[in-house]
């Protein structure tokens, strides 16, 4: 009787995790492997620790055997090597058959970790959800990020990437055995298209009226995400006394939530601006809102507003590497510099008083994220860990 195949999926924290890697997880237990997982579940992201455990019960129940190493996100010569001995040790022991890892330094440690056990057959899989250098990127992210992954691009045997631009240099540039696009992580577009709520039930339930004209974004709260854009924007049409029926709702957590909390009261805009934390009820959301805003400086491909898209929302969005994938200005809704305030300000506006914009933009938007639906990033995942594409 054949030894069953082992598999490790490997990212950064618990929230990369669940909130892209289910599926994947999913696909590897349905062609017969045992599947290992490890991540950072102490300190677990974008996610509270209580969704962590529950991941972890989930993955449990599953069969899914759960290894909480501290992956770091940083360059900490301290943490990285740490990391290094533990995932070392454990690929050393279990002789995976597959290994696929997830984010930067993940990456970095996981693929080196596995260098020896490849050369006795495993294959070494890796996801960059978005290169750090990028047309227009910092001088600092080429100097450092991108020799590390031309690299590490020899010590892998599938590169995924989840953007053209990406794709292209990946192609011409690294030395991997196979480089794969694949058009994001998948987003459940059925999930977004067929929920239905109360609108003014649900609003009343946020403390926003059935009038309000509300703006939505889901991401960490976070430099990179940028959601400070959007509160200075408020701030500049409350000073020119056109705030009125604007209300801001933004979902997730990060290291920026207690600046963009005292920005807020300094700029009285506390009814008007609202942070949600944490929310597992998005699709609901994208239902009673009238225009979805992601105004991200980097995007590996963004999740948030294709969901956005698919529920039917208008978009302001940043005219930015990965989100150019699937936008464009004057038909997705606004697409603009990511640091103009100014062009945010005129967006908000411009999205506010034209409603038959908005519902165009919103039909061109429900037709383009069935590209993006997960049926099809899974037939193509499937593929890779077959060793197919």
């Not at 977004?192 to 339930?205: G, I, L, M």
């Not at 600046?259 to 807020?264: A, G, H, M, Q, V």
Request: proline share 3%.
């Amino acid at each position: 009787m054949a030894e069953q195949k082992k598999a490790l999926q490997l990212a950064s924290v618990a929230s990369m995790i669940d909130q892209f890697n289910i599926p994947n997880i999913q696909i590897l237990l349905d062609l017969g492997y045992k599947v290992d997982v490890v991540a950072d579940f102490t300190h677990p992201g974008t996610i509270t620790n209580e969704r962590a455990e529950d991941l972890k019960s989930r993955l449990n129940d599953m069969g899914v055997r759960v290894i909480d190493i501290a992956i770091p996100r940083s360059l900490n010569p301290r943490a990285v090597m740490s990391a290094y001995k533990q995932v070392k040790k454990l690929i050393t022991s279990e002789h995976y058959n597959l290994i696929h890892c997830h984010s930067p330094i993940g990456g970095v440690i996981c693929r080196q970790a596995a260098k020896s056990e490849r050369k006795n057959g495993t294959k070494v899989v890796y996801t960059a959800h978005g290169f750090h250098f990028y047309d227009g990127a910092p001088l600092k992210n080429w100097m450092i990020f991108y020799p590390i992954e031309k690299y590490f691009s020899r010590c892998t045997d599938v590169l995924i990437t989840i953007n053209k631009e990406d794709y292209k240099r990946a192609s011409e540039k690294f030395k991997a055995r196979k480089v794969v696009y694949i058009p994001g992580v998948g987003v459940d577009t059925e999930k977004f298209a067929v929920c239905k709520v109360d609108k003014r039930t649900k609003r009343s339930e946020l403390g926003v009226k059935d009038s309000d004209f509300i703006l939505l974004s889901v991401g960490e709260l976070s430099e990179r995400k940028n959601q400070k854009v959007i509160i200075d924007a408020l701030h500049m049409i409350k000073e020119e006394g056109n705030i009125d029926d604007i209300v801001y709702l933004a979902v997730g957590k990060g290291d920026q939530e207690e600046e963009f909390r005292r920005l807020i009261r300094e700029y009285g805009l506390d009814a008007h601006i609202k942070l949600l934390g944490f929310r597992a009820d998005v699709d609901e959301l994208c239902e009673i809102v009238d225009c979805f805003v992601h105004p991200s400086i980097r995007e590996g491909l963004g999740i948030a507003p294709l969901e956005a898209m698919a529920a039917g929302l208008p978009l302001i969005s940043a005219n930015v590497n990965g989100i150019k994938d699937y936008t464009e200005d004057g038909v997705s809704g606004y697409c603009i510099d990511p640091t103009n305030v100014d062009a945010m300000v005129k967006a908000i506006k411009y999205m506010h008083d034209d409603e038959i914009f908005r519902n165009n933009c919103a039909s061109n938007n429900f037709k383009t994220a069935k590209a993006f639906d997960i049926r099809h990033t899974d037939e193509i995942m499937s593929e890779v860990y077959r060793g197919g594409v």
